[in-house]
């Protein structure tokens, strides 16, 4: 059976009667980590999400897969070899998803770094996450660096250092990863909020009770280790829990702009730094280029954080300071996005010097939460967690997921084939188009073309609509707008356009009334509102 609405009401139907050997709360990339390395390591194991899958910070990040040069700064070598080491794991593991990308590290006079240190800094970067030869950084001219990506700044503009990272898609990367594992027997449902812990008569976490917002229906869900992974929420577990300690969450807010390529047209990522040495992404992708982050101290509503007026206009002042011929306004900011970085605080340190690995917590009553971290590391930190478990349940299991592909695995050169698809189907087989679509599904891509030719469908976000349904679990139309598809993102137009045709495919999917649809429909209206106007 395909993984959808249908599933989830079985497995919620079914769950009295099972016991998990491993319960998870917390549908982000984290999560879903646990739950493929769980799975594949032959355990029982389930996944609760509150919201969507990857609706928290898994959907929010800059989407690099990258070993973290930033670390290199403050003298974290163990994270840069471990991310480095991860980064070449999750690109043989799904090259669909993460794809390699050149980045450019302009050298200014004045700069945090000069020519010398950049050098060695990169060289290292590349020696500690084991870079291939022919990928390894290239010290580049002043001429030659204004050659390869014109729009910079050329005033104080020294030489650049050219090195190799890789983009992804952070909410695609968090569903792949959970369909991995529910192909290897892991359960995993979405708007599923755990309320409470239960405990045995020895004090031990044998059970947490779910409401499935849906319907507002409590579930009990039994279970031998339990597992918070709930990123910036994990605090609020651990209180429920009664297990907090001297060492608690830190949220800072990360917020990225998204602008029109044609007013950015970059040719490469670029990682400069800004006044007061905070370092920025530029990063082109299909249609548009995103710039950010900036890293605030955060203590508002965790559900999706606002982007102020003021965090774009020091986005757009640092990238108008790099790039001055773009000349990007206000009105030029198509959509945005914000996440909060769930860092472990430290007294007296600012948010930009707290460390970014993650944190194993273990409660005496038998909870561990896993905080902090990154993206790259999803895989890494699994490994640890489930290390824990397996001891735990006194199972002798190693770790596989080194070698485990990702659902829709498929390489570069599958691009070629679905341009070919799509000129079949007498679709526009523009290149960022298939680029798109292999970036985002992968081998799965015919499977949509197919149901084009089928369905007889007019346009391909149709099919798209049709499979996130019948086999992503797609509940609402901000899961597909958002996080299957990226659209409000990096084609906000395109969901102005197609809000209300996919709207109706939803029900008549799931036979939503018209008070129902309005509902939907104008929530993708507000978050249209919300990505794209600031105060
Ligand atoms: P989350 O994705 O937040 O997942 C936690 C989930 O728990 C949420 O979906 C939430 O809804 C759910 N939850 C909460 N309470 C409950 C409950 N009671 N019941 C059930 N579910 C619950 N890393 C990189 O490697 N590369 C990058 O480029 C990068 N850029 C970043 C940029 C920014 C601005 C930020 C903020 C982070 C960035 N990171 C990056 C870090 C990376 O995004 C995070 O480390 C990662 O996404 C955290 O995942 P998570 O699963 O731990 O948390």
């Given at each position: 059976?395909?993984?959808?609405?249908?599933?989830?009401?079985?497995?919620?139907?079914s769950l009295?009667?099972?016991?998990?050997?491993l319960?998870?709360?917390g549908?982000?990339?984290?999560?879903a980590?646990?739950l493929?390395?769980?799975?594949?390591?032959?355990l029982?194991?389930?996944?609760?999400e509150?919201?969507?899958?990857?609706?928290?910070?898994?959907?929010?990040?800059?989407?690099?897969?990258?070993?973290?040069l930033?670390?290199?700064?403050?003298?974290?070598f163990?994270i840069?070899?471990?991310?480095?080491?991860?980064?070449a794991?999750?690109?043989?593991n799904?090259?669909?998803?993460?794809?390699p990308?050149?980045?450019?590290?302009?050298?200014?006079?004045?700069?945090?770094?000069g020519k010398?240190?950049?050098?060695?800094?990169?060289?290292?970067?590349?020696w500690?996450?084991?870079?291939?030869?022919s990928?390894?950084?290239k010290?580049l001219?002043?001429?030659?660096t204004?050659e390869?990506e014109?729009?910079?700044?050329p005033?104080k503009?020294?030489?650049?250092?050219f090195?190799?990272?890789y983009?992804?898609?952070?909410?695609?990367?968090?569903?792949?990863?959970?369909?991995?594992?529910?192909?290897?027997?892991?359960?995993a449902?979405?708007y599923?909020k755990?309320e409470?812990?239960?405990?045995?008569?020895?004090g031990?976490?044998?059970?947490?009770?779910?409401?499935?917002?849906?319907?507002?229906?409590?579930?009990?869900?039994?279970?031998?280790v339990?597992?918070n992974?709930?990123?910036?929420w994990?605090?609020?577990i651990?209180?429920?829990?009664?297990?907090?300690?001297?060492?608690?969450?830190?949220?800072?807010?990360?917020?990225?702009?998204?602008?029109?390529?044609?007013k950015?047209?970059?040719k490469?990522?670029?990682?400069?730094?800004?006044?007061?040495g905070?370092?920025?992404?530029?990063?082109?992708?299909?249609?548009?280029?995103y710039?950010?982050t900036?890293?605030?101290d955060?203590?508002?509503?965790k559900e999706?954080?606002?982007?102020?007026?003021?965090?774009?206009?020091?986005l757009?002042?640092?990238a108008?300071?790099m790039?001055?011929?773009?000349?990007?306004?206000?009105?030029?900011?198509?959509?945005?996005?914000?996440?909060?970085?769930?860092?472990i605080?430290?007294?007296?340190k600012s948010?930009s010097?707290?460390?970014?690995?993650?944190?194993?917590?273990?409660?005496?009553?038998?909870l561990?939460t896993?905080?902090?971290?990154?993206?790259?590391?999803?895989r890494?930190m699994?490994?640890?967690?489930?290390?824990i478990?397996?001891?735990?349940?006194?199972?002798?299991?190693?770790?596989t997921?080194d070698?485990?592909?990702?659902?829709?695995?498929a390489?570069?050169s599958m691009?070629?084939?679905?341009?070919?698809?799509?000129e079949?189907?007498?679709?526009?087989?523009h290149?960022?188009?298939?680029?798109r679509i292999?970036h985002?599904?992968g081998?799965?891509?015919?499977?949509?073309?197919?149901?084009?030719?089928?369905?007889?469908?007019?346009?391909?976000?149709?099919?798209?609509?049709?499979?996130?349904?019948?086999?992503e679990?797609?509940?609402?139309?901000?899961?597909?707008?958002?996080?299957?598809?990226?659209y409000?993102y990096f084609n906000?137009n395109t969901?102005?356009?197609n809000v209300?045709?996919?709207g109706?495919?939803?029900?008549?999917h799931y036979?939503?009334?018209?008070?129902?649809?309005?509902m939907?429909?104008?929530?993708?209206?507000?978050?249209?509102?919300?990505r794209?106007q600031?105060n």
């Amino acid at each position: 059976m395909g993984w959808n609405f249908k599933k989830r009401q079985e497995e919620l139907a079914s769950l009295s009667d099972k016991e998990y050997d491993l319960v998870i709360i917390g549908g982000g990339i984290t999560g879903a980590g646990i739950l493929l390395d769980a799975s594949a390591r032959g355990l029982k194991a389930i996944v609760v999400e509150k919201e969507d899958f990857a609706s928290g910070t898994s959907s929010r990040s800059t989407k690099l897969i990258h070993g973290g040069l930033r670390y290199l700064k403050n003298l974290e070598f163990g994270i840069v070899r471990e991310t480095g080491q991860e980064r070449a794991i999750a690109y043989n593991n799904a090259p669909h998803l993460v794809v390699p990308e050149k980045m450019v590290l302009p050298i200014q006079q004045g700069g945090t770094y000069g020519k010398f240190m950049t050098s060695i800094a990169l060289r290292a970067y590349d020696w500690l996450a084991g870079v291939e030869k022919s990928e390894r950084r290239k010290m580049l001219s002043k001429e030659k660096t204004l050659e390869i990506e014109p729009l910079l700044k050329p005033d104080k503009l020294k030489g650049s250092g050219f090195y190799s990272e890789y983009r992804t898609d952070d909410a695609r990367l968090t569903l792949e990863v959970i369909k991995t594992a529910y192909h290897r027997g892991g359960v995993a449902l979405n708007y599923c909020k755990a309320e409470e812990l239960q405990y045995d008569k020895s004090g031990q976490a044998n059970a947490v009770v779910c409401k499935d917002l849906l319907n507002n229906e409590k579930h009990v869900i039994n279970g031998k280790v339990f597992v918070n992974a709930c990123g910036p929420w994990s605090d609020e577990i651990r209180t429920l829990d009664k297990s907090m300690n001297n060492k608690r969450l830190h949220l800072t807010k990360g917020v990225h702009i998204v602008i029109d390529r044609k007013k950015l047209p970059l040719k490469h990522s670029v990682y400069f730094d800004v006044a007061g040495g905070r370092m920025i992404f530029a990063i082109p992708r299909g249609g548009v280029t995103y710039v950010g982050t900036t890293d605030t101290d955060y203590s508002e509503r965790k559900e999706n954080p606002n982007v102020s007026l003021e965090d774009v206009n020091y986005l757009l002042d640092a990238a108008n300071n790099m790039f001055p011929k773009a000349n990007i306004e206000l009105t030029d900011v198509e959509s945005s996005w914000a996440g909060l970085r769930p860092l472990i605080h430290e007294d007296g340190k600012s948010p930009s010097e707290l460390s970014r690995k993650d944190e194993i917590f273990l409660s005496p009553k038998g909870l561990i939460t896993i905080a902090g971290g990154k993206l790259t590391g999803y895989r890494v930190m699994a490994k640890k967690v489930l290390d824990i478990v397996c001891k735990r349940l006194d199972v002798d299991a190693k770790c596989t997921t080194d070698n485990i592909r990702i659902n829709g695995y498929a390489e570069a050169s599958m691009i070629k084939e679905i341009q070919k698809g799509l000129e079949e189907i007498n679709l526009d087989s523009h290149e960022f188009k298939a680029a798109r679509i292999l970036h985002t599904y992968g081998s799965q891509a015919f499977c949509i073309c197919k149901s084009i030719k089928e369905n007889n469908y007019q346009t391909f976000i149709e099919a798209e609509a049709r499979f996130c349904l019948d086999s992503e679990m797609t509940i609402t139309l901000l899961d597909f707008f958002v996080r299957r598809t990226g659209y409000m993102y990096f084609n906000i137009n395109t969901v102005v356009k197609n809000v209300d045709k996919i709207g109706q495919v939803f029900a008549n999917h799931y036979n939503w009334s018209a008070e129902k649809l309005e509902m939907e429909i104008n929530s993708i209206h507000e978050e249209v509102k919300n990505r794209s106007q600031f105060n």
